[in-house]
């Protein structure tokens, strides 16, 4: 059961998923959407030029009624009278054109935008297998996309037939009336009767929309086993990542023990930390942390600092202060500088012992050093 459920696309499409089925140029799409716009700014952009459209209309369709004395005896001359008539003609549509052709561009913006992909264009042998065509045509989509239809032509079409009704006695009225008056009861049942497809249109699209949606994402859903794939494909093997982690671990470890040799001195706990410092008074502020560590690794710190002969000092409260608020790398904070600096003076005053001068005595390691309030992780109140 277990790899059965493992084979069935149960899981949502991942951002993954979703971008490389973009790339194909597989999108949702709705031409009841676009159908909608582009019927909505073409009416919006009747709406809004109609004054301007219909004085334009009766002074294009005067001028092509008139009949000029030339026209009789030139022969070119009704050739650009027809050609100044169809250049009138097209900028009397270009705004209704533009407002529709704007529609139908800013339509994929619904869905995220336009995409451009050449995969999509690629001939495909598999569309072209009769048998593969036949089971989309009777396939559910099909049905679906059958019954859409139908309910769409059965909307419109009561539409068409409730405006009608409505408007009866006006159409028959336009028999009797003047010219003008006629004119301008057919642009008003017109314009009523667009306003009224234009919102059965916005219905079906606000149908549609989800339906296509909802149909998109549940074709890119993915099974878990495909999931997992792609999780190691983008993460990694987990295992493998793991055994990464561990060998920088090791390798930071390694470059840290490096420094201790180098360390001016190492300040234990003296058996769960240690933190080696180094201070050099011509580059450095202040001390600077190379190496800390507890428990093992604090061990490994001591070993090499007695196999390298680097000072040890046993101050329990300033290793853990200092193992708490200082990073490798880093200078000592601020707040620790008075307790350092008593280190630091033992470790000045042993190495001049060491290095044999006169009268000096080997100077005892300093104890009991205190760190300001708050800083030790160790002491009671923290």
């Known amino acids: 059961m277990a790899e059965e459920s493992d084979l069935e696309k149960t899981e949502p499409p991942s951002s993954r998923r979703i971008e490389q089925a973009r790339a194909e140029g597989q999108v949702p799409q709705s031409r009841e959407l676009a159908a909608f716009l582009v019927m909505a700014m073409g009416v919006g952009g009747l709406w809004a030029f109609g004054d301007w459209f219909g004085h334009r209309a009766r002074d294009i369709v005067s001028h092509g009624l008139v009949f000029d004395r030339r026209a009789a005896f030139d022969p070119e001359y009704l050739g650009v009278a027809f050609v100044n008539l169809s250049v009138e003609a097209l900028t009397m549509v270009a705004p209704i054109f533009l407002f529709t052709v704007a529609a139908a561009l800013l339509t994929p913006f619904a869905f995220g935008g336009w995409v451009l992909s050449s995969k999509a264009l690629t001939p495909d042998p598999m569309r072209m297998d009769p048998l593969k065509g036949l089971k989309r045509m009777f396939s559910w989509q099909s049905i679906a996309e059958l019954v859409k239809s139908v309910l769409k032509a059965c909307l419109l079409g009561g539409i068409v037939w409730w405006v009608v009704r409505n408007e009866q006695d006006h159409l028959f009225a336009l028999i009797t009336q003047p010219i003008d008056v006629a004119l301008t009861s057919t642009a008003r049942i017109l314009i009523y009767a667009a306003l009224a497809m234009v919102s059965g249109l916005a219905l079906i699209a606000m149908i549609d929309v989800p339906f296509q949606l909802w ?84 061990h490994k710190i001591r070993e090499l600092a007695d196999e390298h002969k680097v000072p040890v000092v046993e101050a329990p409260p300033l290793a853990r202060a200092l193992y708490r608020h200082a990073e490798i790398g880093d200078q000592i904070p601020s707040s620790l500088y008075t307790a350092v600096a008593e280190v630091m003076a033992y470790i000045y005053q042993l190495n001049q012992y060491a290095a044999g001068a006169m009268g000096l005595l080997l100077p005892e390691p300093p104890t009991a050093i205190a760190v300001p309030d708050g800083l030790d992780p160790g002491s009671p109140d923290q």
């Open 215 to 298: 149909q998109y994402y549940t074709r890119l859903k993915m099974t878990r086993e495909e999931l997992k794939r792609e999780y190691k494909e983008l993460e990694g093997d987990p295992q493998l990542k793991a055994r990464i982690r561990s060998q920088q671990r090791e390798n930071s470890r390694k470059r840290m023990m490096s420094e201790v040799p180098k360390a001016d001195v190492v300040v234990t706990n003296p058996t769960h930390f240690a933190v080696a410092l180094k201070y050099d008074a011509a580059n450095m502020g202040a001390p600077k942390v190379v190496a800390k560590g507890m428990n093992l690794v604090a």
